[in-house]
C-alpha cells in the first residue's frame, strides 16, 4: 500500500526533522553487480524516503562498490556510505551502521537480495500496531535459492517454540532499535559463515513481541551467479562446528532443558551440525573426515536427545546416530547415498510401516536400529488437482499425486458427507489419475443423494510379495489455482441427471479458507439462475413483452422454460418462447396482448421431469447481487374497452 501525500507532507525536513522510521543497513563486500537491484529496491519503495535511512559500509571492496555507492549518495541525500576495510565477514560492516542508526526501527539488507516495493511500509506498519521487537516478512527464494521457511500466517505475535520462525535466524528482518541498544545486540565479526547466528537467536529468546506479516512477499533472497554465496565458500568446519558449540551453549544458557530446548535443537541439527555432513564431508580423506566427526561428536553428546534424534528424518537421524555411536564407515555410506547418488527404494513392511532406503538396514553386522530409517509419518500425500470439466453432466478430474518417496498403484476419488463416503475410481499411471464422478452412479452404482459433498483423493502403496502390505493416505482435493473458483465456468450451477432418480441442480465451491474442492447437490448454496436478467415492456393498451437472458448449463432439451408472473395472490404461466444460443444462453420471451392488469413479479419456471425450479428475473440494468424483482406494470383497460363501445354505439 503507498504512503499517501498527506502523510508524506507531514514528514518534517531540515534539521528540526523527526528520526526516520527505519534504518536500512546493508554491508558491501563485492558486490557491485548486484547493487543496482539491491540498493534500488530500498529506493523503490512506496515508504516515502523522508521515512528510510540508509546506511551502506563497504567492507574493502576492490570491484568499485565503494565509488558506485558515493556516487548514489550524491543524488539520494537519505544515504550515508561507510567504508572500511575488510573484516572477513558481514557482522563488523553492520555493527558499524547499527551504531550510527537513527531509525525508530532497522532492517538489515544483504547486498546481493532485494525487498519488495512494499515492504518496508507493511514491516514498520505491523510494528506499530503490534509493538514489536521483531517483525518477521515472508521471504522468497530466487536464482536458485530457496527461502528457509514458508511463512503463509499473518499473526501479530507468535511463540519461537510454536511457529516456524526460529527456522530463519538471518538478520533480514525487521527490529526495534532500542530493544537491539536494550540487549546490547551486535554481530559477531571476522566469520564468514553463521556471524548472525548468536544476534539472532537473542533476539527471538528475548523478545517480548515477534510479529509476522505473511500478506506478501517481502524479502527476496537471490543467488549469486558466480556462486559466492557465504553457504557456498570453502570453510574450515572443524573450527565452524566448535564454533557452533559456543552458539549452543548460549541457547541452552538461556532454555532449560526439556522439549522447548529440544524443539530449538532440532532446529540446529537440521541447519548447523549436521549440515556439513554432505559434500564437504565427503571431499576430505579418510583422516579429514574423522577430524570433522570427532568435531561434532561433543554437540551430538550434549544436546541430540531421543526426542530430537525422533524429530530428524532418516537421512539426519542416520547422520546423528552414526555420530554419537562412533560409527564412521557407516556414516559415511549414509552420506554418499545422499550426496553421489540417491538412496535405494524404500521398504514397506508387512506391518505398514515404511523404512528409508539407506545403506545397512537390517544388516546384521551393523548396530544401524530400524527406527533410524522409520519414515512412516513422513510419507506424505504430494498431490495437485490440475483440471476439472463438465461433459454433460459428469465431472471429469485430473491430476497428480504420489506418496513421497514411495510413489503409488492406485488412486481412488472419495465423495464424503458426514459419516458417508462414496468411493470413484481414478485411472493411475506414471503419477497422473484422472477420473469421471458421475452423479447418476456416483453412489457405488446408484444415484449420488443430495447435499453437500466434499471431495478427497486417496492413493495406495502396495509393497512387493506375497503378502502386498500397503500404505494409503488421503487428503482433500484443491485446485491448483483456487482463485478459478468463482469465475471458472464448470462452477456455475448446472442441471445434471442422476439416472433413475430425478435430475438435480449440481453446483461446485470451494470451501474457506483452505480451498476444498466440495459439490452441492440439489442445496441453496448457489441457485440456478444467478445471472438471470430480463426486460418488460408495456404499452398504454395492455401489451406488454418480457425478455429475458441466462446460463443454464446441463439443461435437457426437452426441458421446458416458461415465464410466469406473480402477484400476491395470482400465479399466471405465460406462453414462451426460448431459443437456445452459444455456450449454454438462452433467450427466452413472451408476448401478452393484452395482459392480465396489475403489478407483477417476473419469475422463470425450469421444469426438466420431476426437476421445477421457478428462477426471479432481476432487471437487465440490476448490479450483480441486487435482489431486485423485475416486475410489469399492466394497465386496467377494461374502462378504456366499454368507453369505446358507448361511442361507437
Not at 528520526?19 to 554491508?27: D, L, R
Not at 571476522?190 to 510479529?211: C, H, K, Y
Not at 463438465?390 to 458426514?418: F, K, M, Y
Request: glycine share 10%; net charge neutral.
Amino acid at each position: 500500500m503507498p504512503v499517501s501525500d498527506d502523510l508524506a507532507a507531514a514528514v518534517p525536513t531540515g534539521p528540526d526533522a523527526a528520526a526516520p522510521t527505519v534504518s536500512v543497513i546493508m554491508p558491501v563486500h563485492n558486490t557491485r553487480r548486484y547493487l543496482d537491484r539491491s540498493l534500488g529496491s530500498v529506493f523503490a519503495q512506496t515508504l516515502d524516503q523522508r521515512q528510510i535511512e540508509v546506511i551502506a559500509v563497504d567492507d574493502g571492496s576492490t570491484d568499485g562498490s565503494a565509488e558506485w555507492l558515493f556516487e548514489q549518495a550524491r543524488s539520494h541525500p537519505n544515504l550515508t556510505v561507510l567504508r572500511q576495510e575488510a573484516s572477513g565477514g558481514a557482522g563488523r560492516p553492520r555493527n558499524a551502521g547499527l551504531d550510527l542508526a537513527t531509525g525508530d526501527y532497522v532492517f538489515f539488507l544483504d547486498s546481493d537480495d532485494r525487498l519488495d516495493t512494499e515492504a518496508l511500509f507493511w514491516l514498520t506498519r505491523t510494528a506499530q500496531e503490534s509493538g514489536s521487537d521483531v517483525v518477521y516478512g515472508r521471504i522468497a527464494g530466487a536464482d536458485g535459492r530457496g527461502a528457509p521457511v514458508d511463512l503463509r500466517t499473518t499473526s501479530a505475535a507468535v511463540s519461537v517454540f510454536d511457529s516456524p520462525v526460529y527456522w530463519s535466524l538471518a538478520a533480514y528482518k525487521l527490529f526495534r532499535r532500542a530493544f537491539l541498544e536494550q540487549h546490547r545486540l551486535r554481530f559477531v565479526e571476522g566469520r564468514l559463515l553463521a556471524e548472525d547466528l548468536p544476534f539472532g537467536i537473542t533476539a527471538l529468546l528475548r523478545a517480548e513481541v515477534v510479529s509476522v506479516f505473511a500478506e506478501r512477499t517481502c524479502y527476496y533472497l537471490h543467488g549469486r551467479d558466480d556462486n559466492s554465496n557465504a553457504t557456498r565458500q570453502d570453510i574450515d568446519w572443524c573450527e565452524y562446528l566448535a564454533y557452533i558449540g559456543t552458539v549452543l551453549d548460549q541457547v541452552a544458557a538461556e532454555v532449560p532443558p526439556g522439549a522447548d530446548r529440544d524443539k530449538l535443537m532440532v532446529r540446529h541439527f537440521h541447519g548447523e551440525i549436521l549440515m556439513p555432513f554432505g559434500a564437504p564431508y565427503l571431499g576430505r580423506d579418510g583422516a579429514g573426515r574423522r577430524a570433522m566427526a570427532a568435531a561434532a561428536r561433543p554437540l551430538v553428546e550434549r544436546y541430540l536427545t531421543d526426542r530430537v534424534l525422533a524429530a530428524l528424518p532418516p537421512a539426519l537421524r542416520l547422520r546423528a546416530h552414526c555420530l554419537r555411536a562412533g560409527l564412521d564407515d557407516e556414516l559415511t555410506a549414509v552420506v554418499r547415498a545422499d550426496t553421489g547418488s540417491r538412496p535405494g527404494p524404500p521398504h514397506l513392511d508387512d506391518d505398514g510401516r515404511v523404512y528409508a532406503g539407506y545403506p545397512y538396514f537390517r544388516d546384521p553386522r551393523r548396530a544401524l536400529p530400524d527406527a533410524c530409517y522409520d519414515l512412516t509419518d513422513r510419507v506424505a500425500l504430494r498431490q495437485r488437482l490440475v483440471h476439472l470439466h463438465w461433459v454433460g453432466g459428469v465431472l471429469h478430474l485430473r491430476g497428480t499425486a504420489a506418496l513421497s518417496p514411495l510413489g503409488g498403484d492406485t488412486v481412488e476419488i472419495h465423495l464424503r458427507r458426514g459419516g458417508t463416503t462414496h468411493r470413484v475410481p481414478a485411472r493411475y499411471e506414471d503419477g497422473a489419475w484422472r477420473a469421471a464422478v458421475d452423479p447418476a452412479t456416483a453412489a457405488d452404482g446408484g444415484p449420488l443423494p443430495g447435499g453437500t459433498w466434499g471431495f478427497k483423493i486417496a492413493l495406495t502403496a502396495h509393497g512387493t510379495g506375497a503378502a502386498r502390505p500397503a500404505l494409503r493416505r488421503e487428503a482433500w482435493l484443491v485446485p491448483e489455482h483456487p482463485e478459478d473458483g468463482t469465475g471458472h465456468p464448470d462452477f456455475a450451477p448446472r442441471i445434471v441427471g442422476r439416472g433413475t432418480a430425478a435430475p438435480a441442480v449440481a453446483a461446485l465451491f470451494l470451501s474457506r479458507p483452505h480451498g476444498h474442492l466440495n459439490l452441492d447437490l440439489d442445496g441453496t448454496s448457489r441457485p440456478l439462475g444467478a445471472d438471470l436478467r430480463g426486460t418488460a415492456d408495456c404499452t398504454r393498451s395492455g401489451r406488454a413483452t418480457l425478455t429475458v437472458h441466462l446460463t443454464l448449463p446441463g439443461c435437457p432439451a426437452d426441458a421446458e422454460l416458461r415465464l410466469i408472473l406473480r402477484d400476491a395472490t395470482r400465479t399466471v404461466a405465460l406462453r414462451t418462447t426460448a431459443t437456445r444460443d452459444a455456450g449454454d444462453h438462452y433467450t427466452v420471451r413472451s408476448l401478452l396482448r393484452p395482459g392480465p392488469p396489475g403489478t407483477w413479479r417476473v419469475a422463470l419456471r425450469v421444469t426438466a421431469g420431476p426437476l421445477r425450479r421457478e428462477l426471479p428475473v432481476h432487471p437487465a440494468d440490476a448490479p450483480p447481487d441486487g435482489p431486485i424483482p423485475l416486475t410489469l406494470n399492466v394497465p386496467d383497460t377494461s374502462f378504456r374497452k366499454r368507453l369505446a363501445r358507448r361511442l361507437r354505439g
